[in-house]
């Protein structure tokens, strides 16, 4: 009996490290596969190694069914913390939206001072082949940053002269230096700070009118919802009748979304605010084109770009919405 009870103890371990050594195999086995599938791949970062060609993913999986768990995984943070913990009425989010040119400089000072961080974004090429188009020649963005997608632009359409604008003065600053040190002639490129949300662009203004396209990445999630309408009035004034606007920002139900902790939401919307004052706001494709048609563009192209990200240290697939866009200028009758 004893003996019999300790073969089935042994058995029982045997059995136990069998599926110990199988499930590590299967798991090993999973981390090779998910290593071979994200190898060389591009898609979001693109920074200054990212192939230019042939590896850019853009829909790596099902928006709908992605966006049905997350709203899941969403709703369950929402009940765990009882509807409390985030701003909800229009004072509290008055409260803690502070004056975001003043944030934003506080950033583009301190974080961004350093080469590091400087990454060019030449997955927007891809992106908007329409930026490469020789009869593309004036382009303007709307906040720049430090410069990222102004360089590969200046390289890719050596007919293009980009104007780049942003509120921060350490951000037009740090454009115009990343600029400087690729050595593009003085005259395909100016800079200038301006509150994209506040000074409305009239017919007076030397700009109006004047643009083949206006390129905004990872601009209009940082300016407080109520203020979208003025930037997106002013990206239509500035553009030329059939120019274009080419979009690229945060996506519902990005992976970033889901990690932002409850009391970190505005409004109980999708939008949120970082811990260093900035924001962040979360766009759907109806609501990114209805505020686009309601400032007077049509829409040419809207869609979800999915993008799966791997991260090998932590054997972790993650997951990355972002919104693409090109709305387009009406002609004049
Ligand atoms: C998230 S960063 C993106 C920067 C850059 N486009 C990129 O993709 O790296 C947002 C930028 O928009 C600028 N910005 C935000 N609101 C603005 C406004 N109302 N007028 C002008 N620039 C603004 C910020 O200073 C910041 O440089």
């Not at 768990?69 to 229009?90: D, P």
């Not at 709307?142 to 050596?158: A, D, H, I, T």
């Not at 030397?206 to 990206?235: C, I, Q, W, Y």
């Not at 080419?246 to 605010?273: A, E, N």
């Amino acid at each position: 009996m004893e003996r019999g009870a300790a073969l089935l103890r042994v058995r029982a371990r045997a059995s136990g490290r069998d599926r110990a050594a199988e499930s590590e195999s299967s798991s090993s086995s999973l981390r090779e596969e998910r290593l071979r599938r994200h190898t060389g791949r591009s898609g979001y970062g693109g920074g200054r190694s990212a192939p230019l060609a042939g590896q850019y993913h853009s829909s790596d999986f099902d928006y709908e069914e992605h966006a049905l768990n997350a709203g899941r995984v969403l709703l369950e943070k929402e009940r765990g913390a009882g509807g409390h913990g985030w701003a909800s009425t229009a004072e509290e989010v008055a409260e803690r939206v502070v004056e975001q040119g003043d944030t934003w400089e506080r950033f583009h000072r301190k974080v961004n001072s350093t080469a590091r961080f400087f990454k060019e974004k030449r997955y927007i090429l891809q992106e908007f082949p329409g930026l490469l188009d020789p009869t593309t020649r004036r382009v303007c963005e709307f906040g720049c940053g430090n410069g990222s997608s102004v360089v590969p632009v200046l390289k890719g359409n050596p007919a293009a002269h980009v104007t780049a604008l942003d509120f921060s003065p350490s951000a037009v600053e740090h454009t115009r230096r990343a600029v400087e040190a690729e050595g593009f002639e003085p005259g395909r490129f100016a800079a200038m700070v301006r509150d994209l949300s506040s000074d409305p662009v009239d017919e007076a203004d030397a700009m109006a009118g004047t643009f083949d396209a206006v390129l905004m990445v990872f601009m209009l999630s940082a300016v407080p919802p109520e203020h979208m309408d003025k930037v997106l009035r002013n990206a239509l004034a500035l553009l030329k009748p059939g120019g274009r606007a080419y979009f690229r920002d945060y996506g519902r139900h990005d992976l970033t979304q889901l990690r932002f902790p409850l009391d970190q939401r505005l409004g109980g919307g999708h939008w949120y605010q970082r811990k260093d004052g900035t924001l962040s706001y979360f766009f759907d494709l109806e609501d990114l084109k209805s505020r686009f048609e309601g400032a007077g563009f049509a829409c040419g192209e809207a869609d979800y770009v999915c993008v799966e990200l791997y991260n090998r240290k932590k054997d972790e697939e993650m997951r990355r919405v972002f919104c693409h866009g090109v709305f387009v200028r009406p002609e004049l009758n």
